[in-house]
């Protein structure tokens, strides 16, 4: 038998410690929870945040060390953020290397290039 508090009450607790109530999913700090974190649905925000963080940079003006520390600095952080609190999926975490690795090589995003190997 599940415990179920109705909404008045909820109202009313909230009232009286001074904060709003509302029901799941919600954003917290840019996630979605309480939405289920296997779809991918659930991390659009995540990767549209990853790409657009990506086009501000020119990356052609970029040397390629500049571009992989731009990766490691700047770009892995929300991804390991997000994973802390869920568990991404195989297909987010490919998009987003995949994102990364045009980036590397190409030094943008919406271009593809060879990979040189020296």
Avoid at 4 to 15: K, P, R, S, T
Avoid at 34 to 58: D, E, H, M, Q
Avoid at 73 to 95: C, D, F, Q, T
Wanted: a positive charge; one cysteine or more; glycine letters at 6%.
């Amino acid at each position: 038998m599940g415990l179920y508090v109705g909404e008045a009450h909820i109202a009313f607790l909230a009232d009286a410690i001074h904060c709003k109530h509302d029901s799941l999913p919600f954003t917290y700090l840019g996630m979605s929870l309480g939405a289920n974190p296997k779809r991918t649905s659930t991390w659009k925000p995540v990767i549209t945040r990853f790409y657009n963080s990506l086009t501000l940079w020119k990356g052609e003006m970029l040397s390629m060390a500049g571009r992989i520390c731009l990766i490691k600095s700047v770009l892995n952080s929300p991804p390991l953020y997000y994973m802390s609190i869920l568990l991404m999926p195989k297909g987010v975490a490919r998009l987003l290397t995949s994102i990364q690795r045009r980036f590397l090589w190409a030094g943008v995003s919406k271009q593809r290039k060879i990979c040189k190997i020296q």
